[in-house]
């Protein structure tokens, strides 16, 4: 399977009316996911994993490695009991540490667990993506891709 670093065969362009990583990219949590919030579906915890470990490694100067991270079970209305958690997490070698932070309202959760994510610096990024993707000279438009544009795909 080609990474996705490589150019194709085939050529295209990029359009994006915002930018680079200005959309959902850039208003999510930053988060790059280690599998926890998927303890229903092993096949997106595995495939999770390896497009992590790959990102971590091509994006290394982006991650920002010094905030903690935390994945909390309410009383109520999940579907994913803690004891469940706990074994799909041991099954995934997925680090869980039971934690009660202060600021935390125990009264509406269950359990809280410290959790091994990071996130990425969305400047960095951006700034590597924009640099990679002139790199492989793939051409970038910051506009909208129309529907009339789509009739030589």
Same mark, same amino acid.
């Given at each position: 399977?080609? +990474?996705? /670093?490589?150019? *194709? &065969?085939?050529?295209?362009?990029?359009?994006?009316?915002?930018?680079? /990583?200005? &959309?959902?990219?850039?208003? $999510? #949590?930053?988060?790059?996911?280690?599998?926890?919030?998927?303890?229903?579906? *092993?096949?997106?915890?595995?495939?999770? /994993?390896?497009?992590?470990?790959? !990102?971590? $490694?091509? !994006?290394?100067?982006? %991650?920002?490695?010094?905030?903690?991270?935390?994945?909390?079970?309410?009383?109520?209305?999940? #579907?994913?009991?803690?004891?469940? !958690?706990?074994?799909?997490?041991?099954? !995934?070698?997925?680090?869980?540490? @039971?934690?009660?932070?202060?600021?935390? $309202?125990?009264?509406?959760?269950?359990?809280?667990?410290?959790?091994?994510?990071? %996130?990425?610096? @969305?400047? %960095?990024?951006?700034? /590597?993506? +924009?640099?990679?993707?002139? &790199?492989? $000279?793939? @051409?970038?438009?910051?506009? &909208?891709?129309? @529907?009339?544009?789509?009739?030589? %795909?």
């Amino acid at each position: 399977m080609p +990474s996705v /670093l490589q150019r *194709p &065969a085939t050529t295209f362009d990029l359009f994006d009316p915002l930018g680079i /990583l200005r &959309a959902a990219s850039a208003i $999510n #949590q930053y988060r790059i996911h280690s599998g926890y919030h998927y303890p229903r579906s *092993p096949e997106t915890i595995r495939e999770t /994993l390896e497009a992590r470990a790959e !990102f971590l $490694n091509t !994006f290394a100067p982006a %991650i920002v490695r010094n905030s903690r991270h935390y994945y909390a079970i309410p009383h109520e209305g999940s #579907q994913t009991p803690p004891a469940l !958690f706990e074994k799909v997490m041991a099954e !995934f070698h997925l680090s869980v540490k @039971p934690c009660r932070p202060e600021w935390m $309202n125990f009264g509406f959760i269950d359990k809280c667990y410290e959790v091994d994510e990071q %996130i990425y610096d @969305p400047d %960095i990024l951006r700034e /590597l993506l +924009s640099a990679r993707i002139q &790199a492989l $000279n793939i @051409p970038f438009d910051q506009r &909208a891709f129309t @529907p009339d544009m789509r009739s030589g %795909i």
